[in-house]
């Protein structure tokens, strides 16, 4: 029996980062003067109450929420901190996790060993990551799926893409009701795990210094609602805080590869670096990469996440960029958005062209190519019209002419791309970019034209760390008690994320790495 194959599988939200292995020195993010700004800490008022427990985590996303429960279950006291009003975080904007020979896969007669989902990983990113962090990540994700699932957090299959070496393991969505995102019942039943293991949570909460004494770990000051202080004795602190996504002073900072005046962040708020500044300022260090991002292709800013505008935005009609030209094979996102929105990025201003015939088509039979799991080839998508037209975004327009003229285009230029695209359509091939032959589709007016904002996830750049997430000195020493996790540790990704190959690898990683760091916890305080 082979895995079940799907179209641009799970859009793992939380994630994973790079770092160079066996690196000894940890690598300082271009233009130094300016990030230093970025991620200073503030002036903070003194304590006005002051707690304990054996382990403070930073954040209750999926990572913070799974440390914490581990560390609770291995006898520690846990506090957690959120500035959200329950657990969840931005892993609930999730649709399944990675994971290599599990309880699931056991199943498939292909069912690949970590080693070669690791050397897999290790080949796309040029050997960026660090090896053995991967290793002990995988090795750890098969009881990971089972240990979900014991807390009441189910899967409903595990699939792979034709491209994929590894399995993304599918959320249950059986007792979904309407509105919810797609990891809110996941992250639900990991809350009340939480609960029942004794974890004490401080909501709309947020975490903004670590105390340090004699050069270790002595706890956190955090800030409430109110804006009093409030401070947290403990030995251990792990950093969950979910990266610097919408942070977009701080991304384009450390970003090498933005140039688009129009970048959009899909997911929850606030992720603002904060995990950053913390560990910075107690002496901890960029891994390899921190500008990496992953990058998703097309918004409408108006067509949010999950909507029917959202779904027409990323199908594969007709993409150009301020100069009025391509820059990518269109259906280049099916099955590496990563990819495609790295392309985009690229460019200074971008462009989305659809017909009124293909939006005729969206509204009576469904989306041209699937939309991860929740927009499907055969399932009409209604609202997207609607949605187009109630945008000031968007131009409803009968000529090139008009297009250029809305948005300041060349429109000589803007014209002979369409009529070269449109050749290429009736033709059957395309050779400027090789889109594939299927996803040649004539444009005729009227048309709906939009400047896209390139959408992004989440960011994956993240902290130096060890294979057992501790946080690391630029001189490679580890910070005692300090631990990362999620979107907050490097030395997973390279310069992007790897959908192509291993998708789910995110999420996935969110999970493992907060089990992990509060079980290398639990030995750093028996020590």
């Not at 040029?126 to 990540?137: A, D, K, R």
Request: glycine share 12%; proline share 5%; aromatic share 10%.
């Amino acid at each position: 029996m082979q895995g079940t194959g799907i179209l641009g599988a799970s859009a793992a939200l939380v994630g994973l980062v790079g770092c160079a292995p066996g690196a000894e020195k940890a690598a300082a993010p271009s233009s130094a003067s300016g990030t230093d700004s970025l991620l200073a800490i503030g002036d903070l008022a003194e304590p006005s109450e002051t707690v304990s427990a054996d382990v403070c985590v930073v954040g209750a996303g999926g990572t913070g929420t799974a440390a914490a429960i581990e560390a609770a279950e291995l006898g520690l006291s846990v506090i957690v901190v959120d500035p959200g009003k329950k657990y969840g975080g931005s892993f609930v904007n999730t649709e399944g996790i990675s994971g290599v020979k599990t309880s699931y896969t056991a199943q498939f007669d292909y069912d690949p060993d970590v080693e070669t989902v690791v050397a897999d990983c290790m080949k796309y990113h040029h050997w960026v990551p660090n090896h053995q962090l991967y290793m002990n990540f995988y090795n750890e994700s098969g009881e990971t799926v089972d240990w979900c699932e014991a807390h009441g957090a189910k899967f409903s299959v595990a699939a792979k893409t034709p491209t994929s070496t590894s399995y993304v393991h599918i959320f249950d969505h059986s007792e979904d009701t309407e509105g919810d995102l797609p990891g809110q019942v996941f992250m639900d039943h990991l809350g009340e795990a939480a609960d029942a293991a004794g974890v004490q949570p401080y909501f709309e909460t947020w975490g903004r210094k670590v105390i340090m004494e004699d050069g270790k770990v002595a706890g956190l000051l955090a800030e409430r609602k109110d804006k009093s202080i409030l401070q947290i004795d403990a030995p251990v602190v792990i950093i969950a805080s979910g990266g610097y996504a919408t942070n977009e002073p701080l991304l384009r900072e450390l970003s090498e590869i933005v140039q688009n005046e129009k970048i959009f962040s899909l997911g929850a708020e606030p992720r603002n670096g904060d995990g950053f500044k913390m560990a910075l300022d107690a002496g901890g260090s960029f891994a390899p990469f921190p500008g990496t991002v992953q990058w998703c292709g097309p918004v409408i800013e108006g067509c949010g996440w999950t909507s029917d505008g959202y779904a027409a935005a990323v199908q594969p009609t007709l993409w150009v960029n301020e100069n009025a030209e391509r820059y990518c094979p269109e259906d280049l996102w099916i099955d590496d958005f990563a990819a495609a929105g790295i392309a985009q990025a690229r460019q200074q201003r971008t462009f989305t062209i659809i017909s009124d015939a293909d939006l005729k088509y969206f509204e009576e039979n469904g989306p041209y190519v699937n939309v991860f799991t929740w927009k499907r080839v055969g399932e009409p998508i209604p609202k997207a019209r609607s949605q187009f037209e109630s945008l000031e975004s968007v131009v409803k327009v009968d000529s090139m002419a008009d297009a250029a003229e809305a948005f300041g285009l060349d429109a000589d230029k803007l014209e002979a791309t369409l009529q070269e695209y449109n050749a290429s359509c009736e033709a059957g091939a395309d050779a400027t970019f090789g889109k594939r032959p299927e996803h040649l589709r004539r444009l005729d007016p009227p048309y709906y034209v939009a400047q896209i904002s390139c959408g992004y996830y989440c960011t994956d750049g993240g902290l130096f760390i060890s294979p057992n997430f501790e946080v690391k000195t630029k001189e490679g020493d580890v910070i005692p008690g300090l631990y990362a996790g999620g979107k907050d540790a490097g030395g997973l990704f390279g310069d992007s994320y790897d959908v192509l190959i291993c998708p789910g690898t995110g999420a996935g990683f969110a999970l493992n790495s907060g089990r992990l760091a509060a079980k290398h916890a639990k030995e750093y305080l028996a020590k």
